[in-house]
């Protein structure tokens, strides 16, 4: 068969599931209203969740820094891409996570396959909770070690799991707060069956830093846990952030392995040092604007009472992070057809991105959103909610 043939035949069998992906042509920054084709709709679609993907003050320094220091990297960081801007962002991401050093990457999925591969190998193995991020069981599996899931926020389940294992290393890896569901990793409990069994303990705390806690320095800054229980965090800069890229927090030792042997970092061009140096201030702004943590808390605190009070299947979380569980893929689809039609914007989230049977709409709140339009988005949810199950 011809490869176009093929391809067809699967784009095909795709499309009559309800899964087929199609990307929007957004024509606006980041922020509450995304323009598409001239329409305007309120988004509520987006990861930028403190409202700093199109500060001006961060577009000022960034502007500043490729005047000064120019747009490209050039290189990879060890031969000659590293620069004084990217040893500042390690240095301030490693006093904001309370680490001994911070390592900086060129995206979240990259992070996590370095760290993984670098660390973990044949012979050793890596347990999972079955909802991490794809870029977390991807590397898992790639590393060559055991690879075994575990039901979501299981530890009982690891434990027994841990106890079985037989392997020369353990690592145990989980998202902080998990993308899809917006709900948290219980760390403390976690790091206690991890200790039980002398395995590593990896977060992924993507959706977790900038939003949770005192400062922003999420799950890890609200569980308390000392450093050494949780060796290694990981973070993107492409979400509370505003900017891209992600990091590594841990120890001297740790970092040290990671530029050593994590095939992410070494082959690959650093990120532009304007980046960099724009982050700087982000995170600068992250710990210091507390109200944009307030008024997020308090848009969640709106949205999920309205929601209570409509009868909507809102899945529990507490992050700005807030599904509401369809099930049936076209069935999320229609809902958000429905709600675009109204100039709503909530992408429906399908398999294989969640479990079979559990498509939803993942709503997301901003620090940028206001009450106003979250009321708007009430409104035209209840009436889409309503829509759609007639026709069912
Ligand atoms: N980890 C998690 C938990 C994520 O949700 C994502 C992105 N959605 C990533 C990693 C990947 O980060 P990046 O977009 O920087 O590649």
Redesign the pocket.
């Known amino acids: 068969m011809q490869l176009d043939q093929l391809l067809q035949q699967r784009l095909q069998a795709r499309r009559e599931a309800s899964l087929y992906r199609q990307r929007g042509l957004t024509d606006s920054p980041q922020g509450p209203v995304r323009k598409l084709a001239g329409q305007s709709f309120l988004n509520f679609s987006s990861?930028d969740y403190l409202g700093l993907a199109a500060d001006t003050r961060i577009a000022d320094a960034m502007i500043h820094a490729v005047r000064t220091q120019g747009v490209g990297s050039g290189a990879s960081h060890l031969t000659a891409g590293h620069t004084q801007a990217h040893q500042q962002l390690e240095d301030a991401l490693a006093v904001f996570t309370g680490r001994e050093r911070a390592l900086v990457f060129g995206?979240?999925?990259?992070a996590?396959l370095g760290v993984i591969t670098a660390l973990m190998a044949a012979g050793d193995a890596v347990f999972q909770d079955r909802l991490?991020?794809a870029?977390?069981l991807d590397a898992g599996r790639l590393s060559g070690a055991r690879f075994s899931r575990f039901g979501h926020l299981d530890y009982a389940l690891l434990d027994a799991q841990l106890h079985r294992s037989r392997a020369n290393h353990q690592l145990v890896v989980t998202?902080g707060v998990f993308?899809m569901d917006g709900d948290q990793a219980d760390l403390p409990h976690l790091a206690d069956v991890c200790d039980a069994h002398q395995a590593w303990l990896m977060v992924?705390d993507?959706?977790g830093f900038g939003v949770l806690g005192e400062l922003g320095g999420g799950c890890a800054e609200v569980s308390g846990l000392l450093p050494a229980r949780v060796p290694i965090l990981?973070g993107?800069?492409?979400?509370a952030f505003g900017t891209?890229?992600?990091f590594v927090a841990g120890s001297e030792a740790l970092i040290e392995t990671l530029i050593q042997f994590a095939r992410t970092y070494i082959y690959t061009t650093a990120l532009p040092p304007a980046l960099a140096e724009a982050t700087c201030l982000s995170l600068q702004l992250v710990q210091t604007e507390h109200w944009r943590r307030q008024r997020l808390a308090e848009l969640i605190a709106q949205f999920r009472q309205g929601c209570a009070e409509a009868g909507l299947p809102l899945m529990s979380s507490a992050t700005p992070i807030q599904p509401l569980l369809v099930g049936d893929s076209q069935r999320a689809l229609q809902v958000s057809e429905v709600l675009r039609q109204q100039g709503i914007w909530v992408s429906a989230i399908r398999p294989p991105t969640v479990p079979v049977g559990s498509a939803r709409l993942r709503v997301t709140l901003t620090a940028s959103h206001t009450a106003e339009q979250v009321n708007q988005l009430l409104q035209a949810l209840t009436s889409a909610w309503e829509t759609v199950n007639a026709e069912y």
């Open positions: 990861n995206c979240g999925y990259m996590n991490n991020h870029s977390l998202d993308s992924d993507a959706h990981v993107t800069l492409g979400k891209a890229g992600a």
